[in-house]
């Protein structure tokens, strides 16, 4: 299992930008894929964004245009930067890490409240 810390949560209005960080315990060059997922109270998990080891970028439609996800090799991390913020981002944010060895390791989210 790879261990993952998620911060940079918090309360903004709408329109405005968050940074999220996760900090995994394995050198992220090693992890297929890093992912962000997105959780809202009665809701399913969503897929918002996943980078490959080789590079290749996934969104979810709803975040496509306003979210970006990078990896940063050296401080093994992978971020999202939120632009243009809606209150339906609204949600419990967590990270994951697939390794073909390891299978599928979850951060504990944070959460990221958006007020219109």
């Known amino acids: 299992q790879v261990q993952l810390v998620e911060s940079g949560g918090g309360l903004v209005q709408a329109g405005g930008s968050l940074r999220l960080s996760c900090l995994a315990s394995?050198?992220?060059?090693?992890?297929?894929?890093l992912g962000w997922y997105r959780q809202a109270p009665g809701k399913q998990r969503e897929m918002v964004a996943g980078?490959?080891?080789?590079?290749?970028?996934e969104y979810g439609d709803s975040v496509k245009g306003r979210f970006t996800i990078s990896r940063d090799n050296a401080k093994n991390t992978v971020e999202l930067q939120m632009n243009s913020l809606k209150p339906e981002d609204t949600a419990v944010y967590l990270c994951n890490a697939f390794l073909f060895t390891h299978g599928v390791s979850w951060g504990q989210g944070t959460q990221v409240t958006v007020s219109s």
């Open positions: 980078i490959f080891s080789g590079g290749r970028i």
């Open positions: 394995k050198n992220i060059s090693t992890i297929t894929r």
